[in-house]
């Protein structure tokens, strides 16, 4: 018997066939939408489509969940005020940060769910704190507007001052560890691996003009 041929990776199926960015600044004066709307309007024109290609929206985190000015608008506020006329959107805080949005349109991309993609991360935290002094994500520090209440899992993690993903691999990793036996050798690899791969990548050089 022949051995079954192995099948094409799904992320070998789709491209980031164009990147926009909006106005970076602090308090710019403008809302998360219309910057929202710069970037991805820049991104359609780079990739060489029209506004009107676009069937599938993705973002993370979504839902407008987190802190003011940290999750920026949602996809069916993008949807509306472009137009768009959707196969497929997505948006979700579970999984690899920002990169789970591009991890989620590749996969909706190679499944047939969507032809073109509108992937999105605004952030407009800068804007939302006003004209008071920064407060920390532990309420520490600030314009003297007191400890804020969190709910969800930053309840069981911030009095203990894991205020990042940073901390919260590292809990995971350590349970590994006890459980699993996982090794310093074997995270390791992690980084090796990571820095390798882009080491054999052939590199192309775009002669002067």
């Known amino acids: 018997m022949n051995p079954r041929p192995a099948e094409e990776p799904l992320e070998r199926r ?8 909006s106005q970076i600044g602090r308090r710019l004066g403008r809302s998360e939408l219309d910057l929202t709307l710069e970037a991805g309007l820049a991104a359609i024109a780079d990739a060489g489509l029209r506004r009107e ?20 608008p949602t996809t069916p506020e993008v949807q509306d005020a472009l ?4 196969n497929w959107h997505d948006g979700g805080g579970e999984g690899a940060g920002q990169m789970r949005a591009v991890i989620a349109a590749a996969l909706a991309v190679a499944a047939g769910l969507a032809r073109h993609v509108l992937v999105y991360r605004t952030v407009t935290e800068g804007t939302a704190q006003g004209t008071g002094g920064r407060q920390g994500i532990g ?3 600030g314009g003297g507007r007191g ?14 001052g894991a205020v ?10 350590q349970r590994r560890v006890h459980e699993f036996g996982l090794t310093r050798e074997q995270l390791g690899q992690i980084a090796l691996n990571g820095r390798a791969t882009p080491a054999s990548t052939p590199t ?6």
């Open 14 to 21: 789709a491209v980031i066939s164009g990147i926009g960015q």
């Open 53 to 72: 290609d676009i069937d599938g929206l993705a973002t993370y985190p979504g839902m407008g969940s987190g802190t003011p000015g940290f999750a920026g």
């Open 83 to 86: 137009g768009l006329s959707l």
């Open 139 to 141: 309420g520490a520090g």
């Open 147 to 160: 400890v804020p209440r969190f709910g969800g899992f930053l309840q069981w993690s911030l009095p203990y």
């Open 164 to 173: 990042s993903a940073v901390n919260w691999i590292a809990m995971v990793g």
């Open 204 to 209: 192309r050089s775009t002669p002067s003009r």
